[in-house]
């Protein structure tokens, strides 16, 4: 491993005299791990375009064009319509590319800096040699970082080298895109795959950095369940809401209530992964509002007393809102500064003074100075809170029917609403006094509030919808597993075989953000009608919250019903975003522990394991942001398929397989090099699904793998088919594709299945027990 | 209100844009009786605006067997589509068959050939403008498209213009009727 020797010295007193602040750094020293490195240490943007190749020649970009010209330079617009080039050259299906491959280097520099920032901090605060501890059950602590860097860390400082790596890497990305580069789709797309890959390691170094200094749970099965819901919110106390992603704020504030004895005289809660964060830190005195299109709805209840933004994915205008209910706002990551003044270093009393008398509009205090944000934000929220007594409520009934009233009933809110929600409708009912078809909209609306910019006569539709649902929401209740982090490696050594051999029928991830076409209930039915299956369901993100908001009959939540172990029929939340890297790092784990194979800087080679023998399946059904494009990207090229809602159909592109083309689905049998024939498994590498019955059927399928023994594909089958029968009502058409031999189909459905084999002139044939797609495998692992 | 309004504010079409804004139910029969091989494409929405007295798997599929369509259902609907025993009622996802009708060597549903248009109903508006973008740029020399949901779809070759729920039930109506003459 390589590794910077640094020698510092504060003060020392010699003979000669007193030396101070000395840093002496000496380029860097090699220290050697057991593991022999493979061939792609610190993979630049080349390195695996031939493993990229692999899945593209299988997976073939389908191109939706989202808009069908280019306005990135002053020669355009070009119109690229029908193969035209613009005056660059460009054609349409690389401008579709390159605009991924734009969203995936976003994506990937928003982790980055995310885990840059917060190594940092965290080395000023704990020192460069801290442990990377993750508990006694992690010993492989970081997957990502030594698979694609080669270098296995042991200390926050260790993890500068992986850092300085993948910020040169996205850059290269990124210049990519620049007019006069790039010119071949399929070479984008090989580089939205690194920009993922990059992103990953990136996640998993922001993650495993926190988790190992911070007291968070370190892949504790048993973290605790922590409250989420606005109604769970004592708004009898000064409320002050943190949202974006970051731990720092959340720290202060904690600490400082802590330090101060005020602990159980202010409410603390969050949106969006700083909730995960805050609860992961203090799981008893942090609450989870709710994923992050709440962040609306709990700003226009008027509810919170302090706002702390940190970064990503928060509302840019949230300052407005939160002016109209009079919080204070405290802004603390220096990528977002909201025009506000930089106090980092002002007196905090000084500060809060501003602030209350409304002297400054809000105020940056750096995300480093957490005991300065922690006491000002505290402070104030005491001080704010009696004044603000007016603003913590909604308007009356008679008000919003009054507002109502102003309707025109023009529909542009209608055409605005990117679910096409019937708005209108609503609107008419409300003037007429009947508001419950404003209270209907509530589970649909992500809280955009498009509508309102759209609405002639000024109406503010969301605190209408709202008002409308006041009891739904003060009775949101629930319970969410707090974020374990890492998958400990005695869980992969027991679910490694099951899971290779196909008797798990799969792991389901269900990640990303909360763009749900259809509601959030809907996630919540697709994970537990998986976790009934005994599949293994991870989550993470706003996905993770949104599965803990719905109760069964007896009050209770999934997570309340289901274990949090890494195992069949376990509901295991990971943790906020930047955690989603231990479920793709469960994957590669399995490659490592179980199957043994090296795992440093050799990632071609347990990309091919994890594509061809993990049966895992994303499902981002809410996905919205750049970072979501990123981290599914990441899944791509360890070859794991990921499915989005269909919002994600504006991605622009799919990743599709053709089960007709058998030529497209051979591997070779890494024990005689024999070309065989595998049948689509898995079928597609990213699918965008118009419904959740689709997705469900789709996951279930996309979980076989080319190495699945009889008894593994048979289970497999018996899900597919059966979730098929469920919401299709027949047989799937492809079945004969993923039945190898007669013992390969469920006993149950022996003869129904057999009958159906008939008819489409199936023949028996032979499994793979060692698939691979690359030929320099062929008996290398034997 | 103008008719070619977007079904969704922000959406607004490229250069290319739908030959044919259909006004009248007429237009849309001939053209769907002129088609040699045509395939509907029938999403899970279908259903969203029926009423006593329209129904659409009804419509949808007597409009199939007048013009001896292909029926591609991409969802749950399937199930009632078997129930009309309309045996020419294919199932396959919607991102499967877009991507098998941008390849011209597709031989359709029943491997006898590709088809010359292909009519989308009972689809999200953004979800429909996503596929039939894809099949507008690489698809756009064998294959012409229609959108009969009650949205102007600029990406489809023929398209209706937006209109409201009631006025394109009866346009929907109207074209069966004309179509079974």
């Given at each position: ?62 191109y ?13 617009k070009c ?7 613009g ?22 520099a928003?982790?980055?800096?995310h ?26 602590e ?17 993890l ?6 993948a ?122 509002v709710?994923?992050?299109s ?152 992500i ?28 009775a ?19 679910v ?90 469960a ?69 599709l ?95 129904e ?14 499994e ?15 | ?56 798997i ?48 597709w ?75």
């Amino acid at each position: 491993m390589t590794k910077r020797l640094r020698f510092r010295v504060d003060e020392l007193k010699t003979d000669i005299g007193v030396l101070k602040g000395l840093e002496l750094q000496v380029g860097k020293i090699v220290e050697e791990w057991e593991e022999p490195e493979g061939p792609t240490p610190m993979p630049s943007i080349a390195d695996l375009r031939k493993w990229d190749y692999k899945l593209l020649q299988r997976y073939k970009p389908m191109y939706l064009p989202f808009c069908d010209l280019c306005c990135l330079c002053t020669f355009g617009k070009c119109d690229l319509s029908r193969n035209k080039r613009g005056a660059c050259g460009l054609d349409i299906s690389a401008q579709q590319s390159r605009i991924v491959l734009l969203a995936c280097c976003i994506g990937a520099a928003t982790h980055l800096a995310h885990a840059r920032d917060l190594v940092e901090w965290l080395i000023e605060n704990y020192g460069r040699n801290a442990p990377i501890d993750l508990g006694k059950q992690v010993f492989l602590e970081a997957p990502h970082v030594r698979l694609v860097t080669g270098i296995k860390p042991k200390t926050l400082g260790d993890l500068e080298d992986a850092l300085d790596y993948a910020e040169t890497e996205v850059t290269r990305l990124l210049a990519c895109t620049h007019i006069g580069q790039e010119g071949s789709n399929l070479d984008f797309e090989s580089k939205v795959f690194h920009a993922g890959m990059l992103d990953h390691v990136a996640m998993e170094i922001a993650d495993i950095a926190q988790t190992a200094v911070l007291g968070f749970p370190k892949a504790d099965p048993d973290a605790p369940l922590v409250d989420i819901g606005l109604g769970t919110i004592d708004i009898n106390k000064p409320v002050i809401m943190v949202i974006g992603h970051m731990v720092e704020p959340s720290v202060g504030i904690i600490d400082y209530l802590k330090k101060s004895g005020l602990e159980d005289s202010v409410e603390v809660c969050g949106l969006c992964c700083s909730a995960h964060e805050l609860t992961r830190y203090s799981p008893e005195r942090g609450k989870i509002v709710g994923p992050i299109s709440w962040q609306l709805r709990f700003v226009r209840t008027g509810v919170p007393d302090v706002i702390v933004l940190d970064e990503q994915c928060i509302r840019t205008d949230l300052p407005l809102e939160a002016k109209k209910i009079n919080a204070v706002v405290i802004a603390t990551s220096a990528k977002n500064m909201q025009g506000f003044p930089d106090m980092t270093h002002e007196d905090p009393d000084k500060i809060v003074e501003l602030l209350i008398a409304k002297k400054i509009p809000g105020v940056f205090i750096h995300e480093s100075e957490t005991e300065k944000i922690g006491e000002v934000a505290v402070k104030a929220a005491i001080k704010i809170a009696p004044l603000r007594a007016r603003y913590k409520a909604l308007p009356s009934e008679e008000e919003i029917i009054k507002m109502a009233e102003k309707c025109v009933q023009c529909g542009n809110c209608v055409r605005a609403c990117p679910h096409n929600l019937p708005i209108q409708d609503a609107m008419l009912a409300a003037k007429n006094g009947n508001l419950k078809k404003l209270a209907e909209l509530y589970d649909h609306c992500i809280a955009c509030i498009r509508c309102e910019k759209a609405c002639r006569a000024n109406i503010p539709i969301l605190t209408l919808i709202m008002k409308a649902s006041e009891k739904i929401f003060k009775a949101e209740k629930f319970k969410v597993r707090a974020g374990r982090g890492p998958i400990q490696d005695t869980e992969i050594r027991t679910v490694g075989q099951p899971i290779v051999l196909g008797e798990i029928p799969g792991v389901i991830a269900f990640v990303g953000c909360a763009n749900y076409a259809n509601g959030g209930k809907e996630v919540m039915e697709m994970c537990e009608e998986f976790l009934k299956r005994n599949y293994i369901v991870t989550v993470s993100g706003c996905a993770a919250m949104t599965i803990g908001m719905y109760k069964n009959e007896e009050g209770k939540t999934l997570y309340e019903l289901y274990p949090g172990t890494f195992d069949a029929g376990g509901l295991v939340n990971v943790g906020s975003c930047v955690a989603n890297a231990h479920i793709s790092g469960a994957a590669i784990k399995i490659a490592s522990i179980f199957a043994k194979r090296n795992l440093r800087a050799n990632y071609a080679e347990i990309a091919d394991y994890v594509h061809n023998r993990v049966g895992a399946c994303g499902i981002a059904w809410g996905a919205m942001s750049q970072k979501a494009a990123s981290i599914a990207s990441g899944f791509w090229r360890l070859g794991v398929p990921v499915i989005v809602g269909p919002h994600g159909s504006k991605y622009r592109r799919m990743l599709l397989g053709r089960k007709d083309r058998e030529e497209d689905w051979y591997v070779y049998d890494a024990f005689t090099g024999e070309k065989v024939y595998v049948g689509p498994v898995p079928e597609h590498l990213f699918y965008a699904a118009e419904t959740k019955e689709e997705a469900m059927v789709m996951a279930a399928k996309l979980c076989m793998r080319a190495s699945d023994t009889t008894k593994g594909r048979s289970i497999k089958l018996t899900n597919y088919i059966d979730l098929h029968k469920k919401f299709f009502g027949e047989l799937p058409d492809d079945l004969h594709l993923f039945i190898r031999r007669e013992a390969d189909i469920p006993i149950t459905m022996k003869d129904e299945i057999l009958e159906f084999l008939r008819k489409k002139g199936w023949e028996e044939r032979r499994e793979v027990p060692n698939p691979t797609l690359l030929e320099e495998l062929v008996r290398k692992n034997e | 209100m103008s008719k070619e309004l977007t079904g969704q504010i922000a959406e607004i079409p490229g250069p290319i844009k739908a030959l044919v804004v259909i006004k009248e139910p007429k237009v849309a029969a001939a053209i769907i009786k002129k088609a040699k091989r045509p395939l509907i494409i029938v999403g899970d929405l279908a259903t969203k605006y029926d009423e006593k007295g329209f129904d659409s798997i009804s419509l949808i599929t007597e409009v199939g067997k007048a013009v001896n369509a292909h029926i591609n259902v991409t969802g749950p609907l399937i199930r009632k589509f078997r129930e009309t025993g309309y045996d020419k009622v294919y199932f396959m996802s919607a991102p499967e068959v877009v991507d098998r009708l941008r390849d011209e060597s597709w031989k359709g549903h029943d491997g006898n050939g590709g088809y010359d248009l292909v009519i989308f109903i009972g689809f999200r508006y953004y979800y429909a403008w996503l596929m039939l973008n894809g099949l507008k740029h690489y698809a756009f020399k064998w294959l012409k498209t229609m959108s009969l949901d009650p949205y102007y779809q600029p990406n489809a070759t023929y398209t209706l213009p937006t209109m409201k729920i009631g006025e394109w039930r009866e346009f929907i109506k109207k074209i069966l009727n004309i179509i079974k003459g």
